[in-house]
């Protein structure tokens, strides 16, 4: 690797992030500041980019393709990625050092020592013509770890003005300094169950908390929910569409009560959950999907004593592409950008496979 991008104090780096939800590609371009053994960021351009239906059914059935026809998946959808990124790059006249992108996840069994996020690095480094970084989760999944969740570093060194940092998606999670150490970890079902009542009304989501408010809060489910023992496990520990089946749905189901009453429980719920892991006084960043629900907020800041911001529009929705961007900075200057203390491997780690153009 060239040593003057190594030493670099000021970086332009392009992050592009896929999630299982396929609801599209993020990909944001990012300057990043190096001063006296602090960080900070500028977010100079972003775009979501939607997949069409091809693309959105390969995906989704990758993981039951032969060997064969993944990697050809592998190699086609870097190409794809580097496409997109060339594309952006083109119409902002962002000139990137670096491109660092997450892929998109196949396969991810970490208890069974393997993970795979296809986007063929090679690919995406020629197209661009630009270094690039891929593979982020591997390294730490090998030392034993989950190789998630991989956002808390960025928490820690571009959101360290924040006590707590609160991702409203499909499940609430956060992220928080506790006796030195960076701890991680999922706290409840968030969108996945609002979006599961709001689907059976013929909607995506429920627009802020509207069909949850029109219901009215049931003490005895709401009794029944908080008793769930996952909330009482200790950290680290995540949450899955598994486990919402197996320890969620048969707790609502054991109430015949309205859908509306239901939700307007889960919300309390959500918030009750969420304001537990709050201890204290400080600043709590919200980010995520639900931060724009303004019924879920509104009863997460009237439960807790934390100062609670929500950043612009920009940051709710790209924060998990600008800190993929940030991981490919921490690789090519070779700081460790994952932590033992959020993944529970035997050692914070420096993950990334690099690809020169």
């Known amino acids: 690797m060239n040593q003057s991008i190594v030493n670099k104090t000021a970086f332009n780096a392009i992050g592009v992030m896929s999630g299982t939800s396929l609801d599209g590609m993020d990909i944001a371009a990012v300057e990043f500041f190096l001063k006296e053994n602090k960080w900070s960021f500028k977010l100079h351009?972003?775009?979501?980019?939607?997949?069409?239906?091809?693309?959105?059914?390969l995906l989704k059935n990758a993981p039951t393709f032969s060997g064969e026809q993944l990697t050809e998946l592998h190699f086609e959808y870097g190409r794809f990625i580097g496409e997109q990124v060339l594309k952006f790059i083109q119409s902002t006249n962002f000139a990137p050092d670096l491109v660092a992108s997450h892929g998109h996840t196949v396969f991810h069994r970490p208890e069974?020592?393997?993970?795979?996020?296809?986007?063929?690095?090679?690919?995406?480094?020629?197209?661009?013509?630009?270094?690039?970084?891929t593979d982020f989760r591997t390294g730490d999944v090998t030392l034993g770890g989950q190789g998630?969740?991989?956002?808390?570093?960025?928490?820690?060194?571009?959101?360290?003005?924040?006590?707590?940092?609160?991702?409203?998606?499909?499940?609430?999670?956060v992220s928080f300094e506790q006796n030195g150490k960076r701890l991680a970890f999922d706290i409840c079902p968030a969108n996945f169950i609002l979006n599961h009542f709001a689907e059976k009304?013929?909607?995506?989501?429920?627009?802020?908390?509207?069909l949850g408010k029109k219901g009215n809060l049931n003490t005895g489910l709401l009794n029944k929910l908080n008793q769930i023992p996952f909330y009482n496990s200790a950290a680290p520990k995540s949450l899955g569409r598994e486990w919402v089946e197996e320890a969620f749905f048969p707790v609502l189901d054991q109430f015949n009560i309205s859908d509306a009453d239901k939700m307007r429980t889960v919300y309390e719920h959500t918030a009750i959950q969420i304001t537990k892991v709050l201890s204290g006084k400080g600043k709590l960043l919200l980010t995520g999907g639900g931060a724009f629900n303004s019924f879920l907020t509104e009863r997460i800041k009237d439960l807790t004593t934390c100062e609670t911001i929500i950043p612009s529009k920009e940051i709710i929705d790209f924060k998990e592409a600008i800190?993929?961007?940030?991981?490919?900075?921490?690789?090519?200057?070779n700081i460790n950008n994952c932590l033992a203390s959020v993944t529970g491997a035997s050692k914070d780690s420096c993950g990334g496979r690099v690809y020169n153009p």
Do not use: H, M
Not at 45 to 57: G, N, V
Not at 154 to 173: E, T, V
């Open 323 to 333: 800190i993929f961007a940030f991981l490919g900075v921490l690789r090519i200057k």
């Open 112 to 133: 069974k020592g393997y993970t795979l996020q296809i986007g063929n690095g090679a690919s995406i480094a020629a197209k661009t013509k630009t270094l690039t970084i």
């Open 201 to 210: 009304q013929g909607l995506a989501y429920d627009k802020n908390g509207e």
């Open 45 to 57: 351009a972003a775009t979501t980019i939607s997949y069409s239906e091809q693309w959105f059914d």
């Open 148 to 173: 998630a969740p991989l956002v808390p570093i960025g928490d820690k060194l571009l959101f360290s003005k924040f006590d707590y940092c609160l991702n409203l998606g499909g499940f609430a999670n």
